[in-house]
């Protein structure tokens, strides 16, 4: 398609925004929410972690979190400077629209894992119309909508080959239009 392929020179520069090479390293310490977790308090196991953590030893900077709530990262920041949160987000699946907006509030990156859907990609015809009038892919619109959702989203998906990762590099080039933006928004 004819707006999902970008060549080395567009591509140069994209890293900082797009794959989040240009914010420090964190170190992650992943607060599941399973059985000890359900998105409650932290479990002491991991309290007791992040106060051992080598960012209190001065080993490293900063710290992220992974499948947290607002509550534990609110809790985690009482504890060690916390840079950046990764937790499933996408087109479809918006469970954290209010913590991402807190997250930007604060200057803290926000990392959606499964980006494209996962293990089960993207699929809508709401997606494929937009795309289609877009003249890209949807999964490059999909991409595209949470560059465009806030500034503090950076993207890291999956990749199979280099003509994938191209077309994903475009997404950081496509503006979907606001009357576009608002289909794809009234997917959930």
């Known amino acids: 398609m004819s707006r999902c392929h970008v060549g080395p020179s567009h591509a140069q520069g994209l890293g900082s925004k ?12 992943c607060a599941r929410q399973d059985e000890q977790c359900n998105g ?10 992040i ?12 710290l992220g979190l992974s499948n ?16 950046c949160v990764q937790n499933h987000y996408n087109l479809t699946h918006r469970g954290d629209e209010s ?13 959606p894992f499964f980006p494209l859907g996962g293990f089960t990609p993207l699929q809508s015809q709401t997606l494929s119309t937009v795309a289609a009038r877009l003249e890209a892919s949807p999964l490059c619109v999909a991409l ?21 990762l191209r077309e994903n590099l475009t997404a ?13 928004d009234a997917l959930v």
């Not at 106060?51 to 900063?62: A, D, F």
């Not at 947290?68 to 840079?83: D, E, H, L, R, Y």
């Not at 595209?144 to 994938?164: D, E, K």
């Not at 950081?172 to 009357?179: D, F, G, H, V, W």
């Open 99 to 111: 913590l991402i907006a807190d997250l930007n509030r604060q200057g803290i990156a926000y990392v």
């Open 40 to 49: 409650g308090p932290l479990p002491p196991i991991l309290i007791d972690e």
């Open 18 to 29: 797009f794959f989040g090479t240009g914010r420090r390293a964190a170190v992650a310490v």
């Open 172 to 184: 950081s080039e496509l503006r979907i239009p606001a009357p576009m933006l608002a289909e794809l």
């Open 51 to 62: 106060h051992e953590s080598p960012q209190q030893q001065g080993l490293i900077r900063h």
């Open 144 to 164: 595209a909508w949470l560059l465009q959702r806030a500034p503090n989203l950076l993207l890291i998906p999956g990749t199979s080959s280099v003509a994938h």
């Open 68 to 83: 947290v709530t607002a509550a534990q990262v609110k809790q985690a920041q009482g504890i060690a400077n916390v840079v």
